[in-house]
């Protein structure tokens, strides 16, 4: 089936370091990639995606990558901010095991704590 | 936009007490999924719906039930609750299509004691 690993947290940086969260996954096809953020108290909030190879999704300085030939989506920021504090999961979206519906599969999620 | 309501946002349940908690999205959304976070943990499916009258089972269905009667509304219901239950859960809809993303609700605490 389809699965998502992804670097185990804590994280914890300095303000203006740069952040790499590693993902990598395991799917049938051709699935779409996506990274969530979750502040303190709140639901998940969409933060970028990649729908195909080599695509790479951005949105407010984070950065990740599509890369089917080593299935990964890396997360990156060259220049982390203490509002970035909050916990961070890779996903995918691809076919179930019966090949009829898609399904939602979230990593672990990794807790990214950025110090003034 | 309301996009994905969920309620009630907090609850505190004794044990073999049963409660629903309500979803509903207004934004006509084939799928929709119920999940569950543990403190320190990743998301667990507990089931999703691919349109009205469909269910199926996710990771850790048991001790939930769920319904779809409508496109906008999948109800959770939790029967003879337990302090295994105790959680916080997350709603959540996306269109079929593989390259959307799915929308949240802003998740129900409950605590069963």
């Known amino acids: 089936g389809n699965s998502v690993t992804q670097m185990e947290g804590p994280v914890t940086l300095s303000e203006e370091a740069f952040l790499t969260i590693n993902c990598t996954y395991t799917?049938?096809?051709?699935?779409?990639l996506f990274w969530y953020v979750q502040y303190p108290g709140e639901g998940l909030q969409l933060l970028l995606k990649?729908?195909?190879?080599?695509d790479k999704g951005s949105n407010k300085g984070f950065e990740a990558t599509y890369r089917k030939e080593t299935t990964s989506f890396h997360l990156e920021k060259g220049s982390v901010q203490v509002s970035d504090s909050a916990v961070y999961f890779c996903?995918?979206?691809?076919?179930?095991?019966?090949?009829?519906?898609?399904?939602?599969?979230f990593g672990k999620g990794t807790l990214l704590t950025v110090n003034p | 936009n309301a996009g994905v309501t969920q309620t009630p946002k907090f609850r505190i349940l004794k044990i073999g007490q049963s409660m629903t908690l309500q979803c509903t999205q207004d934004m006509n959304h084939n799928y929709m999924y119920w999940y569950r976070q543990d403190p320190g943990m990743g998301l667990k499916l507990i089931y999703y719906s691919v349109g009205a009258g469909i269910t199926d089972k996710g990771e850790v269905p048991n001790g939930y039930n769920v319904s779809r009667s409508t496109t906008e509304d999948f109800p959770l219901r939790l029967e003879l609750a337990a302090p295994s239950q105790t959680s916080v859960y997350f709603c959540?809809?996306?269109?079929?299509?593989?390259?959307?993303?799915?929308?949240f609700g802003q998740g129900t605490r409950l605590t069963v004691v």
């Open positions: 990649a729908t195909k190879a080599d």
């Open positions: 959540a809809s996306s269109y079929k299509a593989a390259n959307t993303e799915a929308f």
């Open positions: 799917a049938t096809g051709y699935p779409s």
């Open positions: 996903a995918l979206k691809g076919l179930n095991s019966g090949g009829s519906n898609y399904k939602l599969t």
